[in-house]
């Protein structure tokens, strides 16, 4: 299959290996495994699986995607991170959902890989209810997710934008280019989170982080984002899922919101007011 896989990994011990197991049972051309700096044993359990793995030092999520990028050798990319688990034909199947859309990204729908306690049932009603529909979008994840490499001709993963997270600024950058197309395909793909509530805080925690870091980045688009965290995710899109009766989603919509948007603002005022 002439598909380049790039997984972006730092400290993944734990799960690295389950990935790539269940990426390799997809047969793809070629396996690119991008470290940023890991001191557990993440670079070793890798190259057991693929002699493409590279070590950075002093990056960045956004730095290691674009590296990734750059040694692919074919035309499509595949961007899957250490908590995907692909069923076999995913990624030819991801690849015809691309086509078949005339998409120039095509993001997979979501399934959780382990529906442990509430939090992992709710994360999965939130994305049948907002995520898991095929056809155009305004905005999706970055992975997991197909890409034609051309696409990479007018647009790049920018080190110099946040720290923590792409996907938002990416996708914005995306979005004002004339005549590129993306969406969600008919692909389901689980994705594995660890089942604790201290473990989805801590991820909450991240977004809000990357989303303050967008709105300083782009400022003007501040009001427009903490609308989201603060009304949407809590009220509008909560209101959506007591009426679709995702139960479960309509405190989880509610817990991320605000959330994120504590964490947003926090990274908005430090930033600001930082010398």
């Not at 948007?261 to 926090?266: C, E, N, Q, S, T």
Request: proline letters at 4%; glycine letters at 4%; charged letters at 25%.
């Amino acid at each position: 299959m002439s598909i380049s896989v790039v997984v972006c990994i730092k400290n993944e011990e734990q799960r690295i290996e389950e990935c790539l197991r269940s990426i390799l049972s997809n047969n793809p051309d070629e396996v690119i495994v991008i470290d940023g700096g890991s001191n557990d044993k993440s670079v070793e359990i890798s190259r057991k699986f693929t002699d493409k793995v590279i070590v950075t030092q002093n990056s960045s999520l956004t730095r290691d995607r674009q590296i990734g990028i750059n040694a692919a050798r074919n035309d499509y990319i595949a961007m899957i991170d250490a908590d995907h688990r692909l069923n076999e034909n995913a990624l030819d199947s991801l690849l015809a959902d691309l086509k078949t859309f005339n998409f120039d990204i095509v993001q997979s729908q979501l399934f959780s890989f382990k529906n442990n306690n509430w939090l992992n049932i709710a994360e999965e009603q939130m994305w049948e209810l907002n995520h898991n529909h095929p056809g155009p979008r305004n905005m999706i994840g970055v992975a997991p997710a197909i890409y034609r490499k051309s696409l990479f001709e007018l647009i790049e993963f920018d080190d110099t934008i946040t720290k923590t997270i792409d996907d938002t600024d990416f996708m914005y950058r995306l979005s004002r280019l004339p005549d590129i197309k993306y969406g969600i395909g008919r692909t389901r793909i689980a994705q594995l989170h660890n089942p604790s509530f201290a473990s989805y805080m801590k991820k909450f925690k991240w977004y809000g982080i990357g989303d303050g870091e967008f709105c300083i980045k782009h400022p003007h688009r501040t009001p427009s984002m903490l609308y989201h965290l603060f009304f949407r995710y809590p009220f509008v899109h909560s209101s959506k899922a007591l009426l679709k009766l995702k139960l479960l989603a309509f405190p989880y919509l509610i817990l991320q919101g605000f959330t994120r948007g504590f964490w947003a603002i926090k990274t908005i005022y430090k930033g600001n007011n930082s010398p």
